[in-house]
């Protein structure tokens, strides 16, 4: 299917759908799950119709085609019954609902790993709306074809975020921003850690990212997140399983939880973290192997995320992380921090990335990437920055993304500043001809230069790429006005602090002179 009719695809069905909720008396979160339900079972029977005639090719009479069989080809198996195409043409008087319920039911009895997973509550929507969004799916599975209906599905959990609000943005990562980080990271083969993994985003663009290579996902990688909502846990699960994939998935609080045993276990980290969060419980976690640097005296998250990072990577392993721009310049313990995650070599990549990529915050972030690999090589000295600010698409007046094009140049500057070969299947010649004649990096102002150890000391240890850049234009929406607020608040704190430690050393010199 041409992108310009899938993208026609998915408007309709979304205008189609909202219309249906606005209707309702239920609120966005309400109507989400059975909706994202129902694109299961047409991804699930899409899928399954796409290997139904080589299964029974070689299946005989006596030796049926089974569950198995299909599971061999990454592939849920459906029953008749949990077919949208027998759902829809289901007698008048028949209870849709239930008869929903049980579709969805019987695709958990056939595969044991979904068992209370996937959504129920068909039975709350009016009949009438469980009838028109029938009717809207049905057609699906015969229509789409490939992994349309995985961007189908993506789309529409980027657009229930929108909806829901702030709380929508701790399951859902901008494909874009993904697969950028997927395309620096490379993650051939080995085991994926997301610590914060929402609704499983990072572990899907991993696996496109391995079949775009010609290999198997399911045999190369293996899978493992925790994420903290207990209710957006089964949308990981969920949406691993369209994409024929599998993982271990625990609710967890990745602050205070360990329940993979992370440090040291794992060749790739992804990671897109809630920012700046305050109040957590330092207490609680002295002593813990994963914060080798030690806790931030500042009330703020960051850099506890940062270590989990940094920690649970094996000896050659790989993390890329989103974070606020207020982590690169932020001072006092938060820097000491920074500058020892620096001199530990490990620091490699660098992308500032601009405002309104993000559906339920507008501010801009910087890409984080960890590299193990690069000690003991030329690179352990020096990092990449990348200004990114000025490379985008407009979506529409509130939202930007990356085109492949994009990604793939982006990715370029790091694979020429690693030594390996850059990639062209995206279109990005151009760009490459026009910013590295000849193949080879070299640093181009106002898009990327790298930056030694004793430069980025020069600089306060910050990791703020605009510092080493320096030429390109600021947009007045690319300021982070909460991490300045952030940091003007640290430096008062420190300031006050330093006061009264001042204020009793003096005190306690008057007293020993007044003192006979």
């Not at 694109?39 to 299946?59: C, D, I, M, T």
Request: aromatic share 10%; with cysteine; glycine share 8%.
């Amino acid at each position: 299917m041409k992108v310009t009719d899938l993208a026609k695809v998915r408007a309709t069905l979304w205008s189609a759908a909202d219309e249906l909720r606005a209707n309702s008396k239920l609120t966005p979160v309400q109507y989400r799950d059975p909706v994202l339900g129902l694109v299961f079972l047409a991804y699930a029977e899409n899928r399954f119709e796409s290997v139904r005639a080589a299964v029974e090719a070689g299946a005989t009479s006596r030796n049926p085609a089974t569950v198995a069989d299909y599971k061999a080809k990454s592939v849920l198996y459906v029953p008749d019954e949990s077919r949208l195409s027998y759902l829809v043409n289901l007698p008048e008087g028949e209870d849709i609902g239930k008869a929903t319920h049980d579709a969805i039911k019987g695709i958990e009895d056939n595969n044991p790993e979904l068992k209370d997973v996937l959504p129920r509550g068909y039975q709350k929507l009016e009949r009438s709306t469980l009838v028109e969004l029938l009717r809207l799916f049905a057609p699906l599975p015969k229509q789409l074809e490939g992994d349309a209906f995985g961007f189908i599905y993506e789309d529409f959990l980027s657009k229930f975020a929108a909806q829901e609000g702030k709380g929508g943005g701790e399951y859902f990562t901008p494909y874009s921003i993904v697969r950028l980080i997927v395309e620096i990271l490379q993650p051939f083969e080995g085991r994926v850690f997301d610590p914060a993994c929402g609704s499983g985003g990072m572990f899907v663009q991993c696996a496109k990212f391995v079949e775009r290579h010609h290999e198997k996902a399911s045999r190369k990688l293996s899978l493992f997140g925790t994420e903290k909502t207990e209710d957006t846990v089964p949308l990981a699960k969920m949406n691993l399983a369209l994409h024929g994939l599998s993982g271990d998935i625990r609710q967890a609080n990745s602050y205070y939880e360990d329940p993979h045993e992370a440090v040291g276990a794992f060749d790739f980290v992804m990671a897109n973290p809630p920012f700046n969060v305050d109040k957590i419980k330092k207490d609680q976690l002295a002593g813990d192997k994963r914060f080798p640097f030690g806790l931030p005296k500042a009330d703020n998250g960051n850099f506890i995320w940062i270590q989990q990072f940094y920690a649970a990577l094996s000896a050659k392993g790989r993390a890329g992380f989103v974070m606020a721009n207020s982590a690169c310049d932020a001072g006092h313990s938060e820097k000491d921090i920074r500058q020892r995650l620096i001199e530990s070599g490990t620091v490699d990549v660098m992308v500032a990335v601009g405002p309104n990529f993000f559906y339920t915050v507008t501010l801009p972030v910087t890409l984080w990437f960890l590299d193990k690999a690069k000690l003991g090589t030329e690179r352990e000295d020096t990092v990449l920055f990348i200004d990114a600010r000025h490379i985008f698409h407009q979506i529409d007046r509130a939202h930007r993304d990356f085109t492949a094009e994009q990604i793939e140049f982006i990715s370029n500057i790091v694979r020429l500043y690693r030594g390996e070969d850059i990639q062209t299947v995206d279109g990005s010649n151009e760009l490459l001809e026009q910013n590295f004649p000849g193949g080879k990096y070299v640093d181009v102002g106002g898009l990327c230069k790298i930056a030694t150890r004793a430069e980025i000391q020069e600089q306060g240890w910050s990791l703020n790429p605009g510092r080493y850049i320096g030429t390109a234009a600021v947009d007045e929406e690319d300021v982070d006005f909460l991490g300045d607020l952030q940091r003007l608040h640290e430096e008062f704190t420190q300031l006050s602090d330093d006061a009264d430690a001042l204020r009793a050393k003096v005190n306690d010199a008057i007293t020993g002179i007044l003192e006979p």
